[in-house]
């Protein structure tokens, strides 16, 4: 494992090697793989499918944009995107592509809320979530009664684990009205985690805006299912000499927001920090130019990839059981002990890798 | 100036927000809901089924013992009846071997107070019939007495000849 390492950390510094004199000197041929990662787990306004010699595999996207001035404007990305070619960014409507961030030419303000890729890959995932799971309900309709068959029968353990284990155990006696959301959250976390790792597709939970408006529903959640004995908490907290309690009050409201904050970024670093390992290691290829790196990339390749797989479910499952501790410290009775409530301060670090 | 892939972008929060809560809506409404409360169903009747069967196995248990408690006590019945039994017929052989004895007894008792009687009685009528005898023998001899002692003795043999002892 040792040598392994070494041979991985010697790679690894050599690409930044390689990398150096790209940067500076033939920019438009050589290869830069940190433009190529950034572009990779960033967001876009066309799906770029595959590139071959013969041309580029690309589905143009609606884009809708919002200017105080001019109103909605709803037209094919096709009619600005710059593509592969350098210059002139197109303009179309007032509208050009700068980066992948929609501007408008006369510099005035522009409410971007295109179908990206971004936004269809979540729609496809919300499809598929509706799909799967009306299929597993009307398992239900269908098996009343008997044994779970089919793919009822593999979602089933999954459900009542996030049911016993996790909302139960956290939450407590009320776990009932949160079950929607735990369940919704965690299996959308975790298809589109899966989603995310699926060449070609969207990188969505590795998007920071995905996982702020998940973290920010989870905040008003536990701020809406909150008790008095909650707010006592963080107003006097148990044990406090009086004295500091100014200052415990400070810790305690910036705590409100630091707990969906580290949710937030837990999942999204973990996630991105995931595609750019393995986009690294697809990058040696074309730094190295040579069939021997192959193996290399091929192992190391395989290995990050099917540890992002058991990453793919640990964060999803990180993410439904914090939120379900937030929400149990926010509904709990008796705030005698503050487990529930610190639990999170320690671990947030550990977990993000 | 955050990098961009740091910075959230405003569509995709908006989209996010709008599709994420319809996905939630559907989902609690077609999906949870009748998942959660089937689960619920089938765990409720296992419940209730294992309970049952804890209840028929005590119930059978308690049958056992009440069967076994009314064996143990038909075979003690039976035991004490058929010891009284034996020993009412014990007793009654008893009675009945003492009351024969006693009849016995008794009957033997007049058998020889009636032999008694009987051998008192026949010796008295042998003495008489002796004595009787004897008077007419004498008689008879007297009687004949002179003329022939022969015929005397003659005599005498066929009286004796005549007279059956009994």
């Known amino acids: 494992m040792k040598r392994l390492l070494s041979i991985l950390l010697c790679f690894v510094s050599l690409s930044v090697f390689a990398n150096e004199p790209a940067g500076e000197g033939a920019k438009a041929e050589g290869f830069n793989p940190g433009e190529m990662i950034l572009h990779h787990i960033g967001d876009s306004h066309e799906w770029h499918w595959l590139a071959t010699d013969n041309g580029n595999f690309t589905t143009y996207l609606p884009i809708i944009a919002y200017r105080p001035n001019k109103g909605v404007s709803v037209f094919s990305s096709e009619k600005i995107s710059n593509g592969e070619a350098e210059g002139a960014a197109k303009e179309y409507d007032g509208l050009k592509l700068e980066h992948e961030h929609l501007v408008s030419t006369d510099g005035s303000k522009v409410y971007d809320f295109s179908i990206t890729k971004n936004v269809a890959g979540l729609i496809g995932s919300a499809i598929l979530m509706l799909v799967v799971f009306t299929l597993v309900a009307s398992g239900y309709k269908k098996n009343h009664g008997r044994a779970p068959k089919g793919i009822q029968s593999f979602f089933e353990p999954i459900i009542v684990f996030i049911r016993d284990e996790v909302a139960k155990k956290n939450i407590g006696p009320k776990y009932e009205r949160y079950m929607p959301y735990l369940l919704t959250v965690f299996f959308f976390i975790w298809f589109n985690n899966l989603l995310g790792l699926t060449p070609g597709a969207a990188n969505l939970s590795g998007n920071i805006a995905v996982t702020m408006v998940l973290a920010v529903m989870t905040l008003i959640i536990t701020l809406a299912s909150s008790n008095k004995y909650y707010w006592a ?92 501790m937030y929400i149990g410290g926010a509904v709990e009775e008796h705030h005698d002990a503050d487990m529930q409530m610190g639990y999170d301060d320690g671990s947030a670090s550990t977990h993000a890798h | 100036m955050l990098p ?82 034996t020993q009412m017929a014990n007793q009654h052989r008893e009675a009945e071997k003492a009351r024969a004895t006693a009849e016995a007894n008794t009957i033997i008792q007049q058998a020889r107070e009636a032999i008694q009687t009987e051998k008192n009685a026949a010796l008295a009528e042998v003495k008489n019939t ?13 009687r004949r007495e002179l003329t022939d002692p022969a015929a005397q003795t003659q005599l005498v043999d066929s009286y004796l000849k005549d007279v059956k002892l009994n």
């Open chain 2, 4 to 85: 961009a892939f740091l910075s959230p972008e405003l569509g995709l929060i908006f989209w996010q927000l709008v599709i994420f809560l319809l996905v939630l809506f559907l989902l609690a409404k077609f999906a949870w809901k009748p998942i959660l409360l089937a689960l619920k169903e089938r765990e409720d009747n296992i419940e209730g089924a294992l309970r049952m069967a804890d209840q028929a196995k005590i119930e059978m248990q308690q049958l056992k013992a009440g069967n076994e408690k009314l064996l143990a006590d038909a075979r003690l019945e039976r035991d004490r009846m058929m010891q009284e039994a």
């Open chain 2, 130 to 142: 002796a004595a009787k005898l004897s008077l007419d023998i004498a008689e008879r001899i007297l």
């Open chain 1, 233 to 324: 908490h963080i107003f006097a907290t148990p044990g406090v000499p009086k004295p500091l309690l100014p200052i415990m009050i400070i810790v305690e409201v910036i705590g409100i927001f630091t707990k969906p904050f580290s949710l937030m970024i837990r999942l999204f670093a973990n996630i991105t920090a995931g595609h750019i390992v393995v986009l690294s290691f697809i990058s040696l290829v074309f730094i190295f130019k040579s069939w021997a790196v192959a193996p290399v990339t091929l192992a190391f390749g395989l290995f990050i990839n099917v540890l992002e797989l058991l990453v793919a479910v640990l964060q999803a499952f990180i993410f439904t059981l914090l939120t379900s």
